[in-house]
């Protein structure tokens, strides 16, 4: 009897501490990620559901809890920018586009997104800098290039695009209607001199700073040929001259193609008070204003905005 309970000491002293060690083994880090990794999955599917069924503000709040267990997951900021699109809150659905293509510069996918709320804020020009990257890696989305060209009233470079793709496989009958417009819109111009081109004018500025003319037809040609030009001479239009309402025109559009909306009604309005008997610049104004507002979504002045718009008596 006594060599049986020894045996059974024994025994309990020999595997109890290695039952132990395995409970304890077992890291509650692992146990807390699993449960962690399922409320994530229950949380993305939901709002697939939700956004499947227009309820997208719902969706946007299960990708939130999403953004809190597992924060910049590019395929949550993705479906946050695509809700917040639906919703018509560019302003969001852009940072959140950014945020994930600073993850994953080259996905095809978020491009074509990108692209799609920049041509809803009519940011042709930037639209058109992405669809360029779009179309290296599929050269058979130069379509929406071309309609890209045409919305930024670049005719030419819209018609030269058409005319090759038509020479490699044939038009769509969407691109053969865009064709007959562009014939139409590209009647026979007298080829411009150098004089009037954009590194030329650089040159005649730098030479001559105090020439507003100079600096005026900088910002005409730089908003349509080289962005990143425009940028930089509509900030330098407000150092050099702050008298100029075209100068706060520029600086605003340059904003609000930025998507910093609430910086270019700020610089806008206050230019608007140094305009005297123009009422084509300021229809100009009236037009970004509402632009502005309504990617605000401040419905009311851009109402405000577009009912003097429509009274403008240009």
């Avoid at 590194?199 to 020439?211: A, C």
Wanted: one cysteine or more.
């Amino acid at each position: 009897m006594i060599k049986r309970v020894v045996l059974y000491v024994f025994f309990w002293l020999l595997f109890t501490p290695f039952f132990s060690y395995s409970q304890d083994s077992i890291p509650s880090e692992q146990i807390s990620t699993e449960e962690n990794y399922i409320k994530f999955q229950e949380y993305f599917f939901k709002s697939l559901s939700e956004k499947s069924i227009k309820n997208y503000q719902i969706a946007i709040q299960n990708l939130e809890e999403c953004n809190a267990i597992i924060p910049n997951d590019k395929t949550v900021l993705f479906e946050l920018s695509k809700n917040y699109f639906l919703l018509n809150r560019t302003s969001e659905a852009l940072q959140y586009i950014n945020n994930a293509l600073q993850l994953d510069p080259s996905n095809f996918w978020m491009l074509k997104h990108l692209v799609a709320i920049l041509k809803k804020n009519q940011n042709y020009q930037e639209a058109i800098n992405t669809q360029l990257i779009i179309t290296k890696q599929n050269p058979y989305q130069r379509s929406e290039l071309i309609h890209l060209y045409y919305l930024n009233d670049e005719f030419i470079k819209a018609l030269s695009l058409i005319e090759i793709i038509e020479k490699e496989y044939g038009l769509t009958t969407r691109l053969k209607r865009l064709k007959d417009k562009l014939i139409f819109k590209n009647k026979p111009q007298i080829a411009t001199s150098n004089i009037d081109s954009l590194p030329k004018l650089i040159s005649d500025f730098e030479l001559n700073p105090s020439s507003f003319n100079t600096l005026k037809k900088i910002l005409t040609l730089a908003i349509k040929e080289n962005i990143s030009t425009y940028y930089i001479y509509s900030s330098l239009a407000i150092d050099l001259f702050p008298e100029q309402p075209f100068s706060y025109l520029s600086k605003g559009t340059a904003l609000q193609l930025q998507g910093k909306h609430q910086e270019a009604i700020d610089i806008l309005e206050i230019g608007i008070d140094f305009i005297v008997e123009n009422s084509m610049l300021e229809a100009q104004f009236f037009t970004i204003l509402v632009k502005a507002y309504t990617s605000l979504n401040n419905t009311r002045k851009a109402l405000e905005y577009k009912m003097k718009l429509n009274n403008n008596k240009i």
